[in-house]
């Protein structure tokens, strides 16, 4: 079956599971669907494989604190944008910078970014307004409806997440279908080929890191 969207997910785990039969299911749609969402975020966490050059993150004059939005898990490239002018934004963490090292004047060189508590500042501050361009490794950005389509997760990776949406339907201790052992299980499963995803990641943005320009 083509996992294309939620409800594509919905139906390969009804089927998996032997809940085919309404209207009287042992989970329902609303709690499948909660459980895929669930499902997209711990992929997301646990595999560090969504990517997205796409954020871009207004200021106005004067102001150094940017918005962080929550679905952001690391920032990992950054530019400056102003008066269509471009340039490349060093990104450090707030231990590797003391204040007192930080420019208070010119142009902003530095984003200084904590992860632990989804801030962003730009050093120095800005005398004009602009924006800043972000690379960043994400969560979804948006909870998707049974209808949606599943566009974070490659193809080959989305059946992985009916693992996690078996690890939560039998841990739900209220219904007839509990069983903690199944759901372990489950999870321990998930877990497993999310390592995999992330390990296969690491690998590629390393030989990426290796290969070198092509000789004019």
Known sequence: MSLETIGDL?????EDEKDTVGPEYFWSDPQLVRFANGALVAFAEKTLSIVDDGIEVQFSAG????????????????ELVIGGRTWDLDIKAPADVRRSQLPKHGRPCLLVVNNAIGSMRLAAKP???????????????KELAKDSKITD??????KHLLLYLKHRAYNVNDSEMFDPAKAAGFLNE???????VYEAE????SGARRIKPAAW
């Open 153 to 158: 997760v490659n193809r080959a990776h989305r």
């Open 63 to 78: 102001q150094d604190l940017l918005s962080y939005a929550e679905y952001i898990i690391d920032v990992l490239d950054a």
């Open 10 to 14: 919905i139906k390969a785990f009804r």
């Open 190 to 196: 998930f877990n497993y080929e999310c390592q995999q």
């Open 202 to 205: 690491l690998r590629r943005r």
């Open 127 to 141: 005398s004009e307004p602009g924006s800043v361009r972000l690379t960043v490794i994400r969560r979804p950005a």
